[in-house]
């Protein structure tokens, strides 16, 4: 009389020598696809916090540096925008744009090319970029 655990390994040979190669082969592929599925998800939330970071930078800055006040010095109409403002405002406002780009391009055409290198904060940005603290190695290209 066999042992019940021999019988049981001899019931799993004979599966692996059956269907074990495409029971292998399809475990390996749930495990690379719900890898990648993981690392894109990743990038895509990484690149949302930047746009959030940069949006948060925007709206710091995004408001006039210069002010002309009467004798009283009570402001007289509205205040104006420095040269340097305002550069630093369309660049952030660059910089978001592209970062959505990355974003909408990664989900409606597959394409995440430019979402990794904006994840990893290598998004060539042609001087774009908020301020020294959230542009830091931007800078690099691709």
Do not use: C, H, W
Not at 78 to 87: A, D, H, N, P, V
Not at 118 to 139: H, M, P, Q, T
């Amino acid at each position: 009389m066999t042992e019940p655990t021999t019988t049981l390994m001899s019931v799993v040979s004979d599966m692996l020598k059956k269907d074990g190669v495409s029971a292998i082969e399809e475990k390996v592929a749930e495990t690379m696809f719900k890898r990648e599925i993981d690392k894109r998800s990743e990038a895509v939330v990484k690149v949302l916090d930047l746009i959030s970071q940069e949006e948060k930078e925007l709206k710091k800055i995004d408001r006039p540096d210069n002010m002309v006040y009467d004798r009283t010095g009570k402001a007289v109409g509205e205040g104006t925008y420095s040269k340097g403002r305002l550069e630093a405002i369309q660049k952030i406002v660059k910089r978001i744009e592209k970062l959505k780009n990355s974003v909408n391009k990664a989900l409606e055409k597959s394409d995440y090319g430019e979402l990794y290198q904006a994840a990893s904060g290598k998004l060539k940005d042609d001087d774009a970029g908020g301020s020294d603290k959230s542009s830091g190695g931007d800078e690099g290209t691709s």
